[in-house]
């Protein structure tokens, strides 16, 4: 082939490629820096409350401030305002007016998992059990057989919260039971989604006796002097709790090359954490740059602490009136980058992904231009401008990204914040980490994937 021809295919075709062929070697040191940082997050924030906790305290190491309404502000101050213990938003001042907008990057930190119901506790032939309420989209079989823990906060009529958790470290761990095969023949004939029931997935939380032989509910009884000796809680008192079962697993490196993570939580806390240690980074932004963690978008988005909520618009309509600039003026002369997570292609299941089209691990950053359900449904669907946009802004930061779907187009879909930025007349494109066994209690991600999204945010935010 002449250098000419090989000149114009360079010229003309795409050349996406695996991130190790094109990502520069002095770089991975600091790629396995970046991975190790997000391990430990991710280990010491298994529940929203827990994320929202540890990034305030990193906030706080990097310079941020609690806000606080009519506080004075210029240009590189840091702020950081906390919604009810649940999500978080924090702010580097530009030096440009918000009245051009601001650069903003958008992640969720909550993530599929058991909440216990109100009244939770029983015994049932001399076992005590907890019923839950599954949260977000899960596969029920996948919550069978594996070690729990127990995380969140009970809330007491005197109004004091008290923080629970339960079969960390070397502590007893939960789980929930199955059928054995021996006796799972019926149960085997049953589509996947239904073979497990929602309300099978009871916890099992101990079976040994306490109290009088004539006694009723003995094992229960003894469950609750137990949780009563060490939190102070009563029955009546799960009324009033946020509980949470989440996987009792440690973030780890996966394969003899250690290049994958294999985790809990990485929908959306891998890019929840990349927009975070982003922001953290800066110091003087053109633009004023936002980091929004919002909670409850494996539920819609619905909520005080969702998306949806007006708490966003309060923050940056705070920062407005601060400047004398009007809320709507500056969404519309806005950017934001909904970071969340994308399906990677597994060649295990072929069926379901449209190759030309899927996302890949160790491809760099995600980016999709819509999500949704088969006909786009619940998208946002950027224009062409949008994504012209972010590719220069990426390129130009050395940023490896590829363009992708979340599957084939009648497979099903997903949505994400996106849409609910773009109903505030904000420029917004999805893009975030590939990932493998996407909603599972153990999730699979590159950790090329995972550093190159971090630098994605930081590039968006120093976006001028």
Not at 41 to 66: M, N
Not at 115 to 128: F, G, R, T, V, W
Not at 233 to 261: K, N
Not at 280 to 304: F, H, Q, R, W, Y
């Amino acid at each position: 082939m002449s250098e000419e021809r090989k000149a114009l295919r360079e010229k003309l075709l795409s050349r996406r490629k695996n991130g190790y062929d094109r990502v520069k070697a002095e770089e991975l040191p600091a790629m396995e820096r970046y991975c190790g940082l997000y391990k430990t997050f991710l280990q010491q924030g298994k529940t929203e409350r827990e994320c929202a906790q540890k990034t305030v305290e990193l906030a706080r190491q990097a310079g941020f401030r609690p806000y606080e309404r009519g506080m004075e502000l210029k240009s590189g101050d840091k702020i950081y305002r906390v919604n009810r213990d649940k999500s978080v938003m924090l702010a580097v001042l530009g030096r440009e007016s918000l009245q051009k907008g601001a650069q903003i990057v958008a992640a969720h930190i909550d993530s599929p998992r058991l909440d216990l119901k109100p009244n939770p506790l029983y015994e049932d032939s001399e076992l005590a059990f907890l019923k839950t309420h599954y949260y977000g989209g899960i596969r029920k079989y996948q919550w069978v057989t594996i070690p729990l823990e127990l995380h969140g906060v009970v809330a007491l009529k005197d109004g004091t919260a008290v923080s629970v958790k339960l079969g960390e470290g070397d502590e007893p761990k939960f789980v929930i039971t199955d059928l054995l095969p021996h006796l799972g023949g019926e149960q085997g004939k049953k589509p996947l989604n239904e073979a497990v029931t929602g309300e099978s997935l009871n916890i099992l939380l101990g079976s040994c006796p306490g109290g009088e032989e004539d006694e009723k509910d003995r094992v229960k009884l003894h469950v609750l002097e137990k949780l009563y000796d060490k939190y102070g809680i009563t029955e009546d008192d799960f009324t009033s709790a946020e509980l949470e079962a989440v996987p009792a697993v440690q973030p780890t490196d996966i394969g003899l090359d250690a290049s994958l993570i294999g985790a809990y939580g990485h929908d959306d806390r891998v890019c929840g954490y990349a927009a975070l240690q982003a922001i953290l980074e800066l110091s003087d932004p053109a633009k004023t740059a936002v980091c929004m963690l919002a909670d409850k978008e494996e539920i819609g988005s619905m909520g005080v602490t969702g998306m949806q909520s007006a708490a966003f618009d309060t923050f940056l309509h705070d920062l407005c009136d601060g400047q004398g600039v009007a809320l709507r003026e500056c969404y519309e002369n806005s950017f934001c980058l909904s970071c969340d997570v994308t399906a990677a292609y597994d060649p295990n299941f072929p069926e379901v992904f449209e190759k030309r089209n899927a996302a890949c691990v160790n491809y760099g950053m995600g980016l999709c231009k819509y999500t949704g359900a088969r006909g786009k449904s619940g998208a946002s669907d950027a224009s062409a401008e949008t994504v012209a946009y972010v590719r220069r802004v990426l390129d130009e930061a050395d940023v490896l990204w590829h363009i992708s779907e979340l599957g084939k187009v009648d497979a099903g879909g997903g949505g994400t914040v996106a849409m609910y930025m773009a109903n505030r007349n904000i420029a917004t494109l999805d893009a975030g980490v590939p990932v493998l066994s996407m909603h599972a209690p153990f999730e699979t991600v590159s950790k090329l994937d995972c550093y190159m999204t971090y630098k994605g945010c930081k590039a968006i935010y120093e976006a001028e």
